[in-house]
């Protein structure tokens, strides 16, 4: 992280000339903050935290729709790295205990001067700074490799020490194994990191939530992880240690997870599915072995090494980095036709270990290639086809990969439709439905939608009130019931803020002034 980079914050005070006074007055950059913007109640600082992702959110407790503390909770699952600061006139114990309990980074009571808030931010700006370095130091060295864990994840033809010693010794690692256990790996991509200085940051993540060892091994972080409640939270974990990779050591970073298992000697296989389930993240984030494409037969077929490095690339995001591999590889020099045929070899196996039987002969009909060793072509053409099926095969990956995206931004959708006049529909129980991570779930609808799953759903509720309301002899209390908000106040509030006008005056003839427009 860059020494002088300002945090971004976002205010939410439901008291409007104090949220005003604190915006205009302190002297955000002085103190090492960018403001992004004011809420006035909790539902508005919600939708700007997904929008926003701001690093801090200071916040009162007491604000209409959602509280204080709830808020906490909901933006934290959003999103798990952001720091939250209670500013609040209430300092009973009551509140006090549930600012612990929220895990806030700082509890200011008003009345307060703008002085004291000031010097206040600059506590926690000290405190956030704390919180990186800890997580990070640039320059600590190459550390001590875990050699026991090492060997487990690294060697397939490791020899276990009896299981009483095995524990003892990774216990001294900061993996304590207690029965009953199951474990996971982990293979984070972190490029332009050396030594175990990012292993050491991986581990200060995850032993928050469970005991695990990392170690470095090339442009990875692999972690063992073990744990006794079925990785019950191991969601949440891998979300706040990506945003804490992403932000510190590798914007670009991507974890791939193994399927638990219960057995060491099952380490390295499980260390294998955790790489695989990386390659293909495509940029994602994380990636589980399960949702992996089948590493094909190219393995087979090819030296491991250069297998391996076709297969990242033709998952990758970037065409132009295939580009110069095929370029460098399809050049002329080295091994000549057979070169090209088991270039095209490799090929066959990867698109076989992602698509489907038929697609990959039909890709391979379409260039000319169905049956590429019977001979009769030259050189050049043989190239020039190598070339398009490498193009080709890529592109197909790609739009296969959007398509998986897609249908899970239209299953999301699909559940908005079906679902919104249950208030407990939020972007917390979709995510939990599809088994993706709240943050995955909230990035993905943005990217492909254009919209934050908070404004779809407002939306379509919004859209079904005005409907109600214009074409159905319903009282507005119902109409709020039937649209997913059991206090018709609040109800009011959403209809005014998308509309311009309040239902009522809707209903007594304002359709003329609606805009429909969310905010």
């Known amino acids: 992280m860059k020494e002088k980079e300002l945090y971004t914050i976002l205010v939410a005070d439901d008291e409007e000339e104090l ?18 913007g004011s809420a006035g109640n909790g539902l508005d600082a919600l939708q700007l935290v997904e929008q926003l992702q701001p690093d801090l959110l200071l916040t009162d407790i007491q604000m209409p729709f959602i509280s204080g503390t709830s808020l906490a909770r909901q933006v934290r699952e959003l999103q798990p790295l952001i720091q939250v600061a209670f500013l609040s006139g209430y300092d009973d114990f009551e509140y006090a205990q549930a600012a612990i309990d929220s895990e806030v980074i700082a509890y200011l009571l008003k009345p307060i001067s703008m002085e004291d808030l000031a010097a206040a931010l600059r506590e926690i700006h000290a405190k956030m700074e704390a919180k990186f370095h800890y997580l990070y130091a640039a320059g600590t060295g190459e550390g001590e490799l875990p050699m026991a864990v090492a060997s487990l994840l690294l060697d397939s033809f490791a020899e276990l020490p009896e ?55 090339g442009s990875r972080v692999l972690t063992l992880v073990a744990s006794e409640d079925r990785f019950l939270r191991l969601g949440p974990a891998l979300d706040e240690l990506l945003q804490v990779l992403r932000r510190l050591l590798d914007p670009a970073c991507t974890i791939g997870v193994s399927r638990p298992f219960d057995r060491f000697d099952q380490c390295h296989a499980a260390c294998r599915e955790a790489i695989d389930a990386q390659r293909f993240s495509d940029g994602d984030g994380i990636r589980h072995f399960a949702s992996a494409p089948a ?60 698509l489907d039987g038929a697609e990959v002969d039909l890709l391979f009909e379409r260039c000319g290639l169905l049956e590429p060793l019977s001979g009769g072509l030259d050189t050049d053409t043989l190239r020039r086809r190598a070339w398009d099926l490498c193009i080709s095969g890529y592109e197909l990956l790609a739009r296969k990969k959007q398509g998986g995206v897609g249908q899970l931004c239209a299953q999301a959708i699909r559940m908005i439709e079906q679902n919104y006049m249950d208030e407990g ?10 088994h993706v991570s709240p943050n995955y779930l909230s990035a993905n609808m943005k990217k492909n939608t254009g919209d934050t799953f908070i404004n779809l759903l407002i939306k379509k509720r919004m859209e079904a009130a005005l409907s109600l309301i214009r074409t159905e002899n319903v009282k507005i209390a119902d109409v709020a019931r039937l649209c997913g908000y059991s206090d018709q106040h609040y ?16 209903r007594r003839g304002g359709k003329e002034e609606a805009g429909g427009e969310a905010s």
């Open 163 to 217: 299981e009483e010693e095995l524990h003892a010794g990774l216990s001294e690692l900061g993996l304590v194994v207690t029965a009953p256990y199951r474990l996971v790996v982990l293979a984070s991509h972190i490029e332009g990191q050396t030594g175990q200085a990012a292993a050491q940051t991986v581990d200060k993540v995850l032993r928050r939530t469970y005991s695990c060892c990392s170690l470095r091994s």
């Open 295 to 354: 590493a094909g037969r190219a393995r087979d077929k090819a030296p491991e090494e250069a297998a391996a490095e076709l297969e990242r690339l033709m998952h990758s995001p970037s065409r132009t980095a295939l580009e110069r591999y095929l370029s460098a590889a399809l050049d002329g020099t080295g091994g000549g036709d057979l070169a090209v045929l088991q270039l095209i070899v490799m090929v066959r196996g990867i698109l076989r270990g992602s």
């Open 425 to 434: 529909l939020s972007l917390q129980s979709v995510s939990e439905q599809l």
């Open 19 to 36: 949220c005003q006074a604190v915006c205009r007055l302190i002297p955000w950059e002085d103190l090492g903050f960018r403001l992004l």
């Open 491 to 506: 109800f009011s509030f959403c209809f005014k803020k998308y509309y311009g006008i309040s239902p009522g005056k809707m």
